[in-house]
């Protein structure tokens, strides 16, 4: 295991690429929002007619469907519910997906069993923010950075790391102050751990660091 911080990350890397995000939902919404923001060229794939449809076009964002989405990407971010992920991935983006593209996912579930087998070609990474979507968002709109782990499953490029990086500090981490949240958390902490509420005087220890917007962990 590894820690990274955001100094570790090269933003470049993802504003290079295009970015579909599959999904529109608590997280779908998040990444793709803070990518926006963030300068990155990001699609949403969704179903024609669904309910987030107009929603995400609301917002501002490029909105296409699935397989349309995931043809012109070169980075593909599944953020559906993990039980929709494997049938989706089977009919829209599979037969889409472009050879050398990244496929990306916030939760382990549909590699480690097998309800996904991507092709040989491409990369395949996790990038999960340990955090409900809205908070991902509201934190990043407040200029700070939420925890993250990363994974690597499969480099064929040899960068996938370092794509991922680049991903997480697009949708960590948005200019400003970006010590601000923490410091303002810290003031916090130390205020109920010296009136003793709860768990929080035995757990608290030393207040957050500094420069803690984006801690990645990956094997």
Do not use: C
Request: without cysteine; proline residues 4%.
């Amino acid at each position: 295991m590894k820690i990274y911080y955001d100094k570790d990350a090269d933003l470049s890397l993802i504003k290079g690429k295009n970015v579909a995000i599959v999904g529109y939902g608590s997280q779908g919404h998040a990444h793709a929002l803070n990518l926006n923001d963030s300068g990155v060229k990001v699609t949403v794939g969704l179903r024609k007619g669904g309910a987030s449809w107009d929603k995400a076009g609301k917002a501002g964002l490029n909105v296409k469907a699935i397989s349309e989405a995931v043809k012109g990407a070169d980075f593909v971010m599944m953020l559906m519910p993990d039980e929709h992920i494997a049938a989706v991935y089977k009919t829209e983006v599979e037969p889409n997906i472009r050879k050398g593209t990244t496929l990306g996912f916030a939760h382990g579930f549909n590699i480690h069993y097998g309800q996904v087998v991507p092709r040989e070609d491409l990369d395949v990474v996790m990038i999960a923010p340990k955090a409900p979507g809205h908070t991902v968002r509201s934190t990043y709109a407040q200029g700070g950075g939420t925890p993250m782990l990363i994974a690597v499953y499969r480099d064929e490029s040899k960068k996938a790391r370092d794509l991922a990086l680049s991903y997480a500090a697009a949708i960590g981490l948005q200019g400003g102050d970006r010590n601000r949240p923490l410091r303002r958390a810290d003031r916090a902490l130390r205020r109920l751990r010296r009136a003793g509420k709860g768990r929080i005087r035995g757990a608290y220890r030393g207040g957050l660091r500094a420069g803690n917007g984006l801690l990645r962990v990956s094997p």
